[in-house]
């Protein structure tokens, strides 16, 4: 029990003290070079607010739907080696037929077209 508060105290008292001196020793003096928007380089050519497509947004949701996908199939050549296996490729195969089925709406109503 000892070690594991000693352990915690030291973590936090660490962690105070680092940032401690990050507030402590960062240099805030901000000027025009450090507040315009970045371009390569070159002058702002316009607002750097400008309005962002969704499209980008579904993308990358998609991504990361198929990419737990992936991760949720990942162990799944190590559940045949359960007692039931049939349990696991039931709940595997519900999990990929739902998002297949997903998909499937997603293409059908439009949503991966980039151009409308």
Known sequence: MNMVTFTLT???ALSMILTLL???LAQMNPDSEKLSPYECGFDPLGSARLPF???FFLVAILFLLFDLEI???LP?????QLKHP???L???SAIVLLLTLGLIYEWMQGGLEWAE
């Open 86 to 88: 049939t349990t696991t």
């Open 53 to 55: 497509s969704i499209r």
């Open 10 to 12: 030291s973590t936090l």
């Open 71 to 73: 991760a949720l199939l």
């Open 90 to 92: 039931i709940w595997t």
């Open 76 to 80: 799944l050549p190590w559940a045949t």
């Open 22 to 24: 990050n507030f402590w």
